[in-house]
Every structure is written in C-alpha cells, then in structure tokens.
C-alpha cells in the first residue's frame, strides 16, 4: 500500500487548491480516508475524512471550505479547499484505516497508512 499525495502549492489568500491523494494497493472494502495537516511547531490536526458508507466529517476550521471526496474509478482521494486563509498553511498528509471511521477519528486516531505529505502555503 502507498499514498501518493500531491497538489500542494503556494497560494493567495482567498484561492483554492486541490489535494490528491493516490491509494496505490489500497483496494479495502471498507475503509476510513482523511486529510491532516501539521505547521511547524504545532500539532497535527485532523482536517477531514470519509469512509466506505459516504459519511463525512470536517474540522471546525475548515468546515465550509474544504470538501473530501473519493474517486472510486480512479482509487484517488481528494481535497478541493476553497476561500483559503494564511492559517491553512501546512503539510498536508492523507492517511488510511481499514475499517469506517468510528467518533472522533479526525480528533484521537492513529491511521496505519500515511502519504509523506504535500506542502499548501498561503499569503496574505
């Protein structure tokens, strides 16, 4: 299994950007997807996700402005964020479980597969 991320890119405040993500032999049946993204010297945070059912969920922070969604033809995840702040700036990284998300999993999971990430910077 590899996760291939890509998309990231440096930005104007109020633009948009799209993330990919490629699940390269991720072929799961059920499965839990999301976006977290970390600044340096800050924690990680859990951005968005998906799973198998087409549940969805999104930080507050983003919430309105970020969408995820999965191409099931192509086994490729994706983040198209909108109306993009400064605060947006980070690494990006998808991240995978085999099972649908359970409560919180943006908030207290540990994914066992990780991207290596793609960098978004936005400039006021």
């Known amino acids: 299994v590899q996760l291939v991320e890509s998309g990231g890119d440096s930005v104007q405040a109020g633009g948009s950007l799209r993330l990919s993500c490629e699940l390269t032999?991720?072929?799961?049946?059920?499965?839990?997807l999301g976006w977290f993204r970390q600044a340096p010297g800050k924690e990680r945070e859990g951005v968005a996700s998906?799973?198998?059912?087409?549940?969805?969920k999104y930080s507050d922070s983003v919430k309105g402005r970020f969408t995820i969604s999965k191409d099931n033809a192509k086994n490729t995840l994706y983040l198209q964020m909108n109306s993009l702040k400064p605060e947006d700036t980070a690494m990006y990284y998808c991240?995978?479980?085999?099972?649908?998300?359970?409560?919180?999993?943006?908030?207290?999971?540990?994914?066992?597969?990780w991207g290596l990430g793609t960098q978004v910077t936005v400039s006021s």
């Open positions: 991240a995978a479980d085999n099972w649908n998300c359970p409560q919180r999993w943006l908030s207290t999971a540990s994914p066992y597969y």
């Open positions: 032999g991720y072929t799961y049946t059920y499965y839990c």
């Open positions: 998906i799973d198998s059912e087409g549940s969805t």
